[in-house]
């Protein structure tokens, strides 16, 4: 059994956000101003369980699909000062997942010619399990302690 | 790479013995007449001794107390196994001969199965003549 703790970086619990969602409209205005966004932009995620208290919901824009020739204030991680971070940046940096990548093919696509080729290459493995190219003429071998008799070839006289 | 050795008779037997299951014939059939019977292998490692020599379930055959007397010949002289050669031929000659007998119950099988091939056929020979014979001799009547 494996236990692991994970570090998410550096965390503050000053920082921490409110389990309480805002309800009232100032409650709702105040909580956009420290998150640096407009009331009309401000959203959270659904409070059934798995939501992140008053932390707010924003459209993933991920590092690498950011314009690389733009004047940012931080160009390293691609981003303005005061920008709100999304919730799970850390995993769209320009290093790991790029969630605004465009595919020629869509994704189910992706998974029926994976599980396609799979599925043919393993119909290939069982038939060639089935045909025997090299048919030894013997019968199984004996086993023994499995309630039957076996017999060799050598003959007594009958008692 | 996957070299494979063919090994087969030249000619396509017109019955082919299953090779996945028993032979269909009792072991001693054709035995009795003579005054004969084949001799009952003989399991010489018991059960108990293969479980506590952790033999391997694909070795737990007949051969199985020779596989155990060389292993424990190769624990002796480890890691120089070439030492226990004698014993490790006695167990390949072992497994050998026990091969030599699913080969003999292979052909066993074949000319079992071609013996009642061809009475089968003699049979529905004798039939058909029987029959024509009788359909001529009402004709003639």
């Known amino acids: 059994m494996l236990q692991t703790v994970r570090h998410g970086g550096h965390w503050n619990a000053d920082w921490m956000p409110s389990l309480k969602l ?4 100032e409650e709702k205005k105040a909580a956009a101003k420290k998150y640096g966004l407009i009331p009309a932009d401000y959203k959270t995620y659904p409070d059934d369980g798995t939501g992140y208290g008053d932390y707010p919901k924003i459209d993933i824009v991920s590092g690498e699909s950011r314009d690389p020739h733009a004047l940012w204030d931080m160009p390293e991680l691609k981003r ?13 940096t320009e290093d790991r997942v790029d969630y605004n990548r465009k595919y020629q093919f869509s994704k189910a696509w992706h998974h029926y010619s994976f599980f396609g080729v799979v599925a ?12 025997k190219i090299v048919d030894v003429q013997q ?3 004996h086993v023994p302690y499995d309630g039957k008799k076996h017999y060799s070839f050598e003959t007594q006289p009958l008692d | 790479m996957g070299q494979v050795h063919a090994v087969g008779l030249n000619y ?11 032979p269909t014939f009792p072991a001693n ?4 007449e003579r005054g004969e019977t084949r001799r009952e292998r003989v399991m010489i490692a018991t059960k108990d001794e293969m479980i506590a020599a952790k033999v391997p379930y694909k070795y737990r055959d007949f051969c199985a107390h020779k596989y155990i007397q060389f292993k424990a010949c190769a624990r002796s002289v480890y890691p120089i196994v070439i030492k226990c050669e004698h014993e490790r031929h006695e167990w390949e000659e072992c497994m050998f001969e026990d091969q030599t007998i699913s080969r003999k119950e292979f052909e066993r099988e074949q000319r079992l199965l071609l013996r009642k091939q061809r009475k089968e056929r003699i049979a529905a020979l004798k039939e058909e003549r029987q029959k024509a014979f009788e359909d001529t001799a009402e004709a003639e009547h």
């Open chain 1, 22 to 25: 805002p309800k009232t409209e």
């Open chain 1, 120 to 131: 043919f290459l393993a119909v290939l493995f069982w038939t060639g399990e089935q045909v």
């Open chain 1, 139 to 141: 019968m199984p071998r």
């Open chain 2, 12 to 22: 396509e037997s017109p019955v082919k013995p299953k090779t996945n299951q028993d």
């Open chain 1, 80 to 92: 303005n000062f005061g920008e709100p971070f999304h919730v799970e940046a850390d995993l769209y």
């Open chain 2, 29 to 32: 059939y054709g035995f009795e």
